[in-house]
């Protein structure tokens, strides 16, 4: 079945539509466009969310066309479900929009206007997006809503994919006329629930504690899960969940929810006096003012919403596909990623020649497939203070260049990667000497440095050519295979000499902007290379990245019992092929926390794999087993990078966790238990699978034994034998028995 969108000319009523969800819409009697359902597939409608009208004092009423009416008391702005709200008429929930005009009114009143009805899915100029290789993949609804003083249009954009749980909205605002105003808010989504007991599922966090779960009831009142940071940010991503009491990781609906954008964010709900809860998506409105002249448009990030009636697992597993088959883009987004080691903690940035051709031979002789050079290369680079904006070799470094070291890494059989940090730059740089205007700055204000460097102003294109031009100049001559792009800090002093006072509100879009097109141009001019994005970790780790970068560095803390958290919780929302988990010494150098290489490396495998650590400081024990992990997961990589990822036990509510993954065809299946403290009296977690075949058989080659599908989901397995220490794990892998 195609995805369908219908319109009911007498009704007035929209009907997206696919094999797993509607969607309506109704535009009433006075121009207003009502939110009607979201939630499983309906075949038709039949009036049955007709909004029932009800006088209420202090909720004003939409005024008669004619001044000498009395208007229906019984009919306001401030109960309607609607699509898209705008401001000061009446409706005093959070708005939708707020646009500014010249003499200081903030009003706005949307009306319909019309729609168009597209096969496919058109691009979003500029901006990151899901997209379709073929038109038959996703149909889109255009509808335009227009303030008929302002001559402002609001063009609501919807696609509906085919066979994938998913709607995609974003918001175009056209001005028609020749007035100049200020878009003093716009978001990407809005949609109003009617009176249901919800509660939202969002992932906080911080710089090396990234994406933690937190489920709260909401409540009377207004909520904001949002970044005022310049980045999506490690401390709330750009994602929330919407899920009712009873909703578990494998029953019960949810509405899950995430921004194609890595800026300020905010995800915004409401619960009215009624009970009625409206959630808006989009850039936050802190510090954003956008001049739109006349004739002048202007596009909002996308935003995409998943529904589902089976849990939060099925949810995932919507996002994961969709993220990774129709986010990521190019050759790398389906292809195998490579074992990777990284000489950061290993040496930091004292390193020589001779340093890194004995991490490259061990990493040769155990079987790492890729060796990245990490910060320290460039400028005269050896610590955080310089270099930063001055990208070209530190040749002291190398005995013959750094293009020597690329060539000595491919000649022992490996691929070569290298970091950068463009968007950023350091007191001591050239570039900073010749131009010191080209850090954000507001004037006669002292600069704030962090990690000891300043932002580039990234809203300037000629600063983003600058930067770019640099780096092509190591690209095209040195042979890359690989590139780590990081950003260490967030914005401050958020002003451009290049824009004027009335535009100051724009510099942070406009900063993200500047940030995807050099991305952009970058990875069109190189598209053989693999790039992965990093802020700190994970402080950017969002679908906008995954949009030109198909992994990210999940976080700076590598931390075994500490990941634990963080890739569950990211598995909310991301796919496993975006995130990169790499193995680092013990012990620890962000928690100081000693752990086996065993569990290190069975939280490391469940990610794109890697190691960060100091080969050569390794007994000959561990090298074997080092050995050991990497032929594991080379055997095993396919299925653990693409295959559909179960979270089974949570380690936000246990002292354990479990996840598996399982092939497409259900055939192959990688079970990983962990067990985090040792107790006295120690439960004994039993773990349960989910969905495999319930009438075939599975064998685990590693014991012989045979399991049937039902047993294994039903009456399930106990994780592993207790073990009177801390921080245990297992791996078990079963196949379907022939």
């Known amino acids: 079945m195609a995805a369908e969108i219908t319109y009911d000319k007498q009704k007035q009523v929209f009907h997206l539509s696919n094999p797993f969800l509607s969607y309506l819409m109704q535009v009433d009697e006075h121009g207003l466009l009502q939110h009607l359902y979201f939630g499983k597939r309906i075949r038709n409608y039949h009036d049955g969310r007709s909004y029932p009208g009800r006088d209420r004092g202090f909720s004003g009423n939409v005024p008669s066309a004619n001044l000498g009416e009395q208007p229906d008391r019984t009919y306001s702005k401030d109960l309607i479900l609607q699509e898209y709200s705008g401001n000061q008429t009446g409706d005093y929930r959070e708005a939708g929009s707020i646009i500014r005009s010249d003499n200081g009114s903030v009003t706005v009143d949307w009306r319909y206007k019309g729609y168009e009805i597209i096969e496919g899915k058109p691009s979003l100029t500029k901006l990151p997006h899901s997209y379709v290789e073929s038109n038959d993949e996703a149909t889109t609804l255009n509808i335009t809503l227009e303030d008929t003083v302002l001559k402002v249009e609001a063009v609501l954009t919807y696609t509906i994919y085919a066979d994938r749980s998913v709607i995609t909205r974003s918001v175009k605002m056209i001005n028609k006329s020749s007035a100049t105003y200020y878009l003093e808010k716009i978001a990407s989504t809005q949609i109003d629930f ?56 494998h029953q019960g609906e949810a509405f899950g929810v995430q921004l194609v954008y890595s800026g300020n964010h905010l995800f915004s709900l409401s619960k009215d006096y009624i009970d009625q809860t409206r959630l808006i998506v989009g850039i936050n409105d802190y510090n954003f003012s956008w001049q739109l002249k006349g004739n002048a448009e202007f596009q909002t990030p996308e935003v995409i919403m998943v529904y589902t009636d089976n849990g939060l697992n099925d949810m995932s597993h919507t996002f994961h596909h969709l993220l990774r088959e129709r986010v990521a883009r190019g050759k790398h987004k389906f292809a195998e990623r490579p074992i990777v080691i990284n000489n950061w903690e290993a040496t930091f940035m ?20 890729m060796f990245v050079l990490d910060d320290g290369w460039f400028g005269h680079r050896d610590d955080d203070t310089s270099s930063l904006g001055d990208w070209y070799e530190y040749k002291s470094k190398f005995e013959n260049g750094l293009g020597g070291i690329a060539d000595y890494t491919h000649e022992k059989g490996l691929k070569f990667g290298l970091w950068f940090e463009p968007e950023m730059i350091s007191r001591d740089s050239d570039l900073f000497r010749q131009h010191p205007d080209f850090a954000l700055q507001v004037p006669n204000r002292e600069l704030t440095l962090s990690r000891s460097q300043y932002v580039l102003d990234f809203s300037r294109p000629e600063i983003v050519d600058t930067i770019y031009q640099q780096m092509i100049k190591i690209l095209d001559r040195i042979p890359i295979d690989y590139i780590k792009w990081d950003m260490n800090r967030h914005l401050t002093e958020v002003w451009s000499n290049a824009y004027s006072p009335a535009q100051q509100g724009e510099i942070y879009h406009r900063y993200v902007l500047g940030l995807y097109e050099l991305m952009g141009r970058l990875v069109e001019r190189y598209p053989n290379i693999l790039w992965e994005g990093c802020s700190g970790g994970g402080g950017r780790f969002d679908a906008g990245i995954l949009y030109y970068f198909p992994q990210t560095w999940t976080s700076d803390n590598t931390d075994a019992v500490a990941r634990l958290k963080i890739q569950y919780g990211t598995s909310l929302a991301y796919p496993i092929s975006n995130m990169t988990s790499h193995i680092s010494e013990s012990p620890n150098q962000q928690t100081g926390r000693n752990t086996s290489l065993a569990i290190r490396g069975d939280v490391a495998m469940s990610g794109v794999f890697g190691y960060e650590l100091n080969l050569d400081e390794l007994p000959e024990t561990e090298i074997e087993q080092v050995k050991q992990q990497i032929k594991f997961y080379k055997k095993h990589r396919k ?100």
Do not use: C
């Open 194 to 249: 009617p009176k249901q007991d919800l509660e939202v599922i969002s992932l906080p966090g911080a710089h090396v504690r990234e994406r933690q779960i937190e489920r709260q009831k909401i409540k009377h009142g207004t909520y904001r899960f949002e970044s005022r940071r310049g980045t999506s940010s490690h401390h709330m991503n750009p994602f929330i969940a919407l899920v009712h009491p009873d909703t578990t990781e």
């Open 350 to 369: 004292d390193f020589d020649t001779k340093k890194l051709k004995s991490i490259i031979d061990k990493a040769a002789e155990v079987g790492v497939e």
């Open 639 to 738: 299925l653990i990078q693409y295959g559909n990822f179960v979270r089974l036990d949570s380690p936000f509510e246990h002292n354990s966790a479990s996840w598996a993954f399982i092939s497409e065809d259900q055939k192959h299946v990688l079970l990983f238990n962990f067990n985090i403290l040792s107790e006295a009296q120690p439960e004994i977690p039993i773990t349960k699978l989910k969905g495999l075949k319930p009438d075939k058989d599975y064998i685990e080659p590693a014991t012989s034994k045979v399991y049937g599908g039902d047993e294994l989901m039903n009456v399930g397995l106990y994780h592993f034998p207790v073990q009177q220490r801390d921080f245990v794990s297992s791996v078990r892998y079963f196949e379907e028995l022939q």
